[in-house]
T-cell receptor, first 113, second 113 residues
Framework: SQQGEEDPQALSIQEGENATMNCSYKTSINNLQWYRQNSGRGLVHLILIRSNEREKHSGRLRVTLDTSKKSSSLLITASRAADTASYFCATVSRGGGADGLTFGKGTHLIIQP | NAGVTQTPKFQVLKTGQSMTLQCAQDMNHEYMSWYRQDPGMGLRLIHYSVGAGITDQGEVPNGYNVSRSTTEDFPLRLLSAAPSQTSVYFC????????????FGQGTRLTVV
């Protein structure tokens, strides 16, 4: 069953603007990960945030995690045309994740030049 | 540095045929998994393996078999293809379960007619 649900399902912004995507999940987690998927390609790992962390940065990416609300957000600052892709959150269960990542349905981000 | 390699990239099968999707990784990862991606559904876990000789079922295992005779290879077998198995299949690996990032292959687009 789907654990994470991304919001919005689709987002279109102008190049240079910031893009924010949200993810909600249902059960206790060990960590939460964000992935990017370009059209017709595999998924690429962006960032992992553990359940005891509240915020993490990587380049133009900022991820927050609120375990009390069971939610996470991904912020992409100063967006570029190359950021056009689908973005997925994926959770790893409290048990450590031997039983796999549980993905949301994704946010399709379009950056208008 | 190949990472995770999947073959073939595209395949068309007739209902009832069997085939094997190949997955190989060269990163000495213990954990490997197979997902399917359907439109609007995100990715769902089919089978996974925490090491050579050990496999287990994921969320949607019916109609699929796996084996893990070596650390590097994790083939997925479709026993008797059905139109409902039309999907894009992704293999992923990670160093240990999912406390670290997962690396994905480029995917196999399978159509069953």
């Amino acid at each position: 069953s789907q654990q994470g649900e991304e919001d919005p399902q689709a987002l279109s912004i102008q190049e240079g603007e910031n893009a924010t995507m949200n993810c909600s999940y249902k059960t206790s987690i060990n960590n939460l990960q964000w992935y990017r998927q370009n059209s017709g390609r595999g998924l690429v790992h962006l960032i992992l945030i553990r359940s005891n962390e509240r915020e993490k940065h990587s380049g133009r990416l900022r991820v927050t995690l609120d375990t009390s609300k069971k939610s996470s957000s991904l912020l992409i600052t100063a967006s570029r045309a190359a950021d056009t892709a689908s973005y997925f959150c994926a959770t790893v269960s409290r048990g450590g994740g031997a039983d796999g990542l549980t993905f949301g349905k994704g946010t399709h981000l379009i950056i208008q030049p | 540095n190949a990472g995770v390699t999947q073959t073939p990239k595209f395949q068309v099968l007739k209902t009832g045929q069997s085939m094997t999707l190949q997955c190989a990784q060269d990163m000495n990862h213990e954990y490997m998994s197979w997902y399917r991606q359907d439109p609007g559904m995100g990715l769902r876990l089919i089978h996974y393996s925490v090491g050579a000789g050990i496999t287990d079922q994921g969320e949607v295992p019916n109609g699929y078999n796996v084996s893990r005779s070596t650390t590097e290879d994790f083939p997925l077998r479709l026993l008797s293809a059905a139109p409902s198995q039309t999907s894009v299949y992704f293999c992923a690996s990670s160093y240990r379960a999912l406390n670290t990032e997962a690396f994905f292959g480029q995917g196999t687009r399978l159509t069953v007619v």
